[in-house]
């Protein structure tokens, strides 16, 4: 956890009270008995944080990777849980944006704008939020309007890759009761990649969002929130590296020869094949939250949010990765969520403390995704030219309707305890349907040869699957703490949660045996501890956790294309420990390190390993139906192996200064270390060596806090990550990867009107 502290004088040098919403209600940091990483919005401005997988890297045992191709999911890994990339799963770890549940992994890809402050909750949060939080759950809280007048102008300017963000914000009171905040931002993006085929530079980024809020004091006990934002996002170009080794279409990759060759899975340039399909991913986003909060004598206060949500992404994406013009996929995603929660919660510090409430969703999600191959070069193989175009729609509608209440008795001074309750019934119907037609033509094809093309080449077969599920699910929590001292508390925490179940739009065959896959279950232990020391200038929060999962969600290959199936069980355990420090009054330090041991217990079916695959004999090696014409249709038990994206370390250390110059400037300065271990295995398009980054900002400002500039450095020693990969369809021995941004310097300034 990297938080910036104000400069404060020595006498009263001490560390300010962090205030989260972990439990539904306004609570210190530090009297929380759960694992919890807050990040301040100063943090997010100062250390360039454009989104969740900029400030992933922040927190200990926190992954997330931003899955290769325009516009594709976002999927995040707490503790070594997390889900796949296909459009039917839901999230493993919930977000909760102005208290509103954001059900889909591409809400995940909004761009920070105005950002109060953002809470990370490690392990399952089903009892208070309910369905997928078996990992964890991400609360970003938009900054509210002020009772005073504020106005902000920021630019940010990279000159290398010719990238620039613009930030406006302006906020305060509008009449004695009503106070408003308007924030907007610009966001313009380089390529940092060489497309060998259009000569452009790839990818390149537009992003622009606009957020108005109101707060208004109804009466003295009666006051409402509302938020509506709304945000564009444009990506044209890849990220995608691509190496061959072999495979059948080998002798006709132009630019086969001059393409690196992968060593110890990492590519020495940044390169890029895709494009010659013109790449793009378009992602249209709105946002509505109305919150009331009455206000009654006793204390008690009675919450009601509404929540809308809405997007729309269109992305091509190339299918072969390779400079060839073989196949590409168009992809049409439009999503629709209605929330409503009521709850009533006790003004807390009392003997008893509760919430209870009711929870109520709708979704509509539809995705079609056409594969294109009419630009296969089928008159090479004596196959007469086609346009082909499978389109298979897919549409899931789940509602789902909760009851929740959490008490907490502090029967001492020094002792607690928390038990919390939710049941949840959620209802979903899912449909799937494949329309292969031929020659540009929107009807299905009864061509025999067009058939025969797309069943045999591609696995898709024309038909239709519908579908309905209906699954009832308790999530509940007990916790212990004690407070063994004014500064010290330890706490014992057991946790139960569940993630949905649903359908497979991936299914080639329409079989129905794989079309639906069940709820995932999740038990947790934790024990852990917060600490403030040295009167005050320092703390410590440690936190040790075992968590099982059972009938996992995981992604196999199954009919030529991955499935998500219950087919496996894991264990994930380790420690996480974050601290902070007021060293001076000028200098601040902050660091995390976070340790996991995830494994499966058991996961049948699953792809071979790439030890298998490189072995002398694959079947011997376990690799059962492995072929060398076909090695990725090999399956294998991958018990004992380490699950998803799970480093064995991560850390974070920084160190914040603040130093006057005269009486009217300021310097400042950060120093952000951030370290990964390694991932997967070498051999493997997953995997991912081991890398520390270095970001850093200098600043100079006035001691009136009106202006500011500085220079921020991201990933100043130039480590070449990845957000994921994988193996490239028709070339055989062939992987594409996904390149992370290298190293940039930007020229930031703001202004603050007064």
């Known amino acids: 956890m990297a938080l910036t502290i104000p400069h404060v004088a020595a006498e009263d040098r001490v560390l300010e009270e962090m205030i989260v919403t972990a439990q539904k209600r306004s609570q210190g940091l530090q009297d929380v008995p759960i694992a919890v990483t807050l990040i301040s919005g100063e943090k997010i401005i100062e250390a360039g944080i454009l989104g969740l997988e900029d400030l992933t890297t922040y927190v200990p045992n926190v992954n997330m990777v931003q899955n290769p191709g325009g516009g594709s999911p976002s999927a995040i890994t707490v503790r070594g849980i997390g889900s796949g990339n296909n459009a039917g799963f839901e999230q493993s770890v919930g977000m909760f944006i102005d208290g509103v549940y954001a059900g889909r992994s591409r809400q995940f890809l909004v761009p920070f704008l105005d950002i109060g402050t953002v809470e990370v909750l490690k392990g399952p949060q089903g009892a208070l939020f309910g369905k997928n939080t078996v990992a964890g759950a991400m609360i970003i809280n938009s900054a509210r309007p002020t009772d005073t007048f504020e106005a902000e102008l920021r630019g940010r300017h990279e000159a290398e890759y010719s990238s620039r963000e613009y930030v406006g914000m302006v906020s305060g009171p509008l009449t004695d009761t009503v106070r408003g905040r308007l924030a907007a931002t610009y966001q313009d993006f380089g390529g940092y990649m060489d497309n060998l085929v259009s000569n452009?530079?790839?990818?390149?980024?537009?992003?622009?969002?606009?957020?108005?809020?109101?707060?208004?004091?109804?009466?003295?006990?009666?006051?409402?929130?509302?938020?509506?934002?709304?945000?564009?996002?444009?990506?044209?170009?890849?990220?995608?590296?691509?190496?061959?080794?072999?495979?059948?279409?080998?002798?006709?990759?132009?630019?086969?020869?001059?393409?690196?060759?992968?060593?110890?899975?990492?590519?020495?340039?940044?390169?890029?094949?895709?494009?010659?399909?013109?790449?793009?991913?378009?992602?249209?986003?709105?946002?509505?939250?109305?919150?009331?909060?009455?206000?009654?004598?006793?204390?008690?206060?009675?919450?009601?949010?509404?929540?809308?949500?809405?997007?729309?992404?269109?992305?091509?994406?190339?299918?072969?990765?390779?400079?060839?013009?073989?196949?590409?996929?168009?992809?049409?995603?439009?999503?629709?969520?209605?929330?409503?929660?009521?709850?009533?919660?006790?003004?807390?510090?009392?003997?008893?403390?509760?919430?209870?409430?009711?929870?109520?969703?709708?979704?509509?999600?539809?995705?079609?995704?056409?594969?294109?191959?009419?630009?296969?070069?089928?008159?090479?193989?004596?196959?007469?030219?086609?346009?082909?175009?499978?389109?298979?729609?897919?549409?899931?509608?789940?509602?789902?309707?909760?009851?929740?209440?959490?008490?907490?008795?502090?029967?001492?001074?020094?002792?607690?305890?928390?038990?919390?309750?939710?049941?949840?019934?959620?209802?979903?119907?899912?449909?799937?349907?494949?329309?292969?037609?031929?020659?540009?033509?929107?009807?299905?094809?009864?061509?025999?040869?067009?058939?025969?093309?797309?069943?045999?080449?591609?696995?898709?077969?024309?038909?239709?699957?519908?579908?309905?599920?209906?699954?009832?699910?308790?999530?509940?929590?007990?916790?212990?703490?004690?407070?063994?001292?004014?500064?010290?508390?330890?706490?014992?925490?057991?946790?139960?949660?569940?993630?949905?179940g649903g359908f497979n739009p991936s299914n080639k065959s329409l079989d129905a045996d794989i079309f639906e896959y069940d709820d995932e279950e999740v038990n947790s232990i934790e024990l852990g501890a917060k600490l403030t020391l040295l009167d005050g200038v320092a703390s410590l929060n440690l936190a040790l956790f075992h968590t099982e999962m059972s009938n996992l969600q995981v992604s196999s290959f199954v009919d030529s294309g991955f499935i998500v199936g219950n087919a496996a069980e894991s264990t994930s355990k380790g420690f996480e420990a974050e601290g902070r420090w007021i060293a001076t009054e000028y200098l601040d330090f902050s660091l995390s390190l976070g340790y996991l041991d995830s494994i499966y217990d058991d996961f049948p079916g699953a792809p071979c390993t790439i030890t298998q695959l490189s072995s002398a004999d694959p079947v011997a090696a376990g690799c059962i139906g492995y072929t060398p014409e076909n090695p990725g249709l090999g399956l294998t038990n991958q018990k004992g192996e380490t699950a998803g994206r799970s480093p064995e370390w991560t850390s974070t250390f920084a160190a914040n200064f603040h130093y006057p110059i005269g009486k009217s400037l300021v310097f400042k300065g950060s120093l952000d270390l951030l370290y990964e271990d390694e991932l997967n295995e070498k051999a493997s398009p997953n995997y991912q060596g081991s890398y520390h980054k270095i970001n850093a900002r200098l600043a100079l400002a006035n001691a009136a806090d009106t202006w500011e500039i500085a220079l921020v450095g991201k990933n100043l020693n130039d480590e070449a990550t990845y957000a994921g990969g994988f193996g490239a369809g028709f070339f055989t021995g062939s992987w594409v990867k996904s390149r992370l941004p290298p190293r940039t310097v930007a020229l930031d300034f703001t202004y603050r009107f007064q």
Do not use: C
């Not at 992404?313 to 929660?341: I, P, W, Y």
């Not at 193989?381 to 086609?386: L, Q, S, Y």
């Open 200 to 500: 452009a530079e790839d990818p390149e980024i537009e992003n622009q969002s606009i957020r108005a809020s109101l707060e208004w004091d109804i009466t003295d006990n009666v006051s409402a929130y509302a938020k509506v934002d709304y945000a564009e996002q444009g990506t044209t170009g890849s990220n995608t590296q691509f190496t061959d080794t072999g495979g059948l279409f080998r002798g006709l990759v132009p630019h086969a020869a001059v393409i690196t060759p992968l060593e110890d899975g990492v590519f020495d340039d940044k390169t890029t094949l895709d494009g010659f399909n013109d790449e793009f991913s378009d992602t249209e986003s709105l946002n509505v939250i109305v919150q009331v909060d009455w206000d009654f004598e006793s204390g008690v206060t009675l919450t009601s949010i509404t929540g809308y949500s809405e997007y729309d992404v269109k992305s091509l994406m190339d299918g072969d990765t390779s400079d060839l013009r073989l196949f590409e996929a168009l992809s049409d995603e439009e999503f629709e969520q209605v929330n409503q929660e009521f709850r009533l919660a006790s003004p807390g510090g009392e003997t008893l403390d509760y919430i209870v409430g009711v929870y109520l969703e709708s979704q509509d999600l539809k995705s079609i995704n056409s594969v294109d191959i009419s630009l296969l070069p089928l008159a090479s193989f004596g196959v007469p030219p086609a346009q082909i175009t499978v389109n298979p729609p897919f549409e899931q509608e789940s509602d789902t309707q909760a009851i929740f209440g959490e008490m907490t008795w502090n029967f001492t001074d020094d002792w607690s305890f928390t038990g919390g309750l939710r049941y949840e019934k959620s209802e979903k119907e899912g449909s799937l349907a494949n329309i292969i037609s031929d020659f540009g033509g929107t009807e299905q094809t009864t061509n025999p040869f067009i058939l025969g093309v797309a069943g045999g080449l591609l696995q898709f077969f024309p038909g239709q699957l519908e579908d309905d599920r209906s699954t009832n699910n308790l999530s509940y929590t007990a916790n212990v703490s004690w407070n063994y001292s004014d500064d010290g508390m330890a706490y014992l925490r057991y946790a139960r949660g569940y993630k949905s």
